[in-house]
């Protein structure tokens, strides 16, 4: 039977929609990235810097890549187990500490070595620049975003305030990972190795006498109010700091398409390690103010201290550029040249 002109232009009108649609479904396919982590919603970590970090990429994508960021490991697990999580694919992004794991990541661990922070800004730069330069094969079974640090870190105590080297001895603190517990053992504390969600339990409970954290996560995990003492390590470099680092699923990275690969690149890298430095170094301050507002004692160990503290946690730095081989005092070096034209 002949088609009427009529039915003809009907059918060209619907092939044509049919192709637009198809094109449309197809530019709107969304691909879902799953991010974990274990701080809880108020934490700098989720409101300030993951959560804009989501907006941005999937405004940036018009919608074709939606971020759900899971905090407080709601997915499951611990927060060691979070680097394997990215590794194996049971979720898509991780932020994490690589100290939750000893021993794997030994390179970056230069950073967690005493004395080698200024502030956030400047710190998370220079590792960043050193892990794309030294330490990116040991780093290879996932796609690395980007790295950052914490700020100085503080000495907190529930009773005994820290004045002098000489009162750290015999206390009970709480330690992020393998190179700051030895420094602590150098000055005579015990330290308790734990993720950081659980310090309020172990201070409310007596577990431990008192932690080295950062002001920063002071607010979010109410440690004004759990402990008393605060005692801070001034001048050009602090005592310690942790590392931090915001790593993808390798194979779902690889799967995108390249301009959507593009959008997670341009959102990536030392552009935001700096930026996220930058945040932590803002909310110090806030940390410090509510612990000053319960009446809580905040002093600044004198430099003699602070040389003391130098002196006894040397055998630390000694080990880990013995423990490197032949690359430990040329890394050393290096991480260090990168703290100094970072820090300028």
Do not use: C
């Amino acid at each position: 039977m002949l088609k009427s002109p009529f039915n003809a232009a009907l059918a060209g009108v619907a092939l044509a929609i049919g192709l637009v649609a198809a094109a449309g479904s197809s530019l709107a396919q969304e691909v879902t990235l799953r991010v974990h982590h274990f701080l809880p919603p108020p934490s700098t970590t989720h409101s300030m810097v993951l959560l804009p970090w989501a907006e941005k990429i999937e405004a940036q994508s018009e919608g074709r890549i939606k971020i759900e960021v899971y905090p407080a490991m709601q997915l499951g697990g611990k927060p060691p187990q979070l680097l394997d999580q990215v590794r194996d694919g049971f979720v898509d992004v991780v932020w994490a500490l690589p100290g939750y794991t000893p021993g794997r990541y030994p390179r970056v661990s230069v950073f967690e070595l005493p004395f080698m922070v200024s502030t956030a800004e400047a710190t998370s730069q220079a590792l960043q620049a050193y892990y794309e330069q030294h330490a990116r094969e040991e780093w290879s079974n996932v796609h690395v975003l980007w790295f950052h640090t914490h700020a100085r870190g503080v000495i907190h105590t529930i009773d005994k305030p820290v004045k002098k080297v000489r009162d750290i001895k015999g206390l009970k603190l709480r330690a992020p990972n393998r190179e700051i517990g030895r420094a602590l053992s150098q000055l005579g504390a015990a330290p308790i190795f734990m993720p950081v969600p659980a310090l309020p339990e172990a201070l409310s409970k007596g577990v431990v006498d008192g932690a080295v954290i950062p002001w920063e996560i002071v607010p979010a995990l109410k440690l004004q109010q759990l402990t008393r003492n605060h005692a801070e390590t001034p001048g050009p470099r602090g005592m310690y700091t942790a590392i931090f680092v915001l790593a993808m699923n390798k194979d779902k990275y690889d799967g995108l398409p390249d301009d959507l690969k593009k959008i997670i690149d341009d959102n990536s890298g030392m552009a935001m390690a700096k930026s996220t430095g930058a945040i932590w170094d803002t909310r110090e301050e806030p940390g410090r103010a509510m612990a000053k507002e319960l009446g809580n004692s905040v002093v600044d160990l004198s430099e003699a201290e602070v040389d003391k503290i130098r002196e006894q946690t040397k055998p630390v730095t000694d080990a880990w550029i013995s423990n490197m081989n032949d690359e430990g005092r040329a890394l050393y070096e290096a991480a260090n040249a990168l703290l100094d034209q970072y820090t300028q």
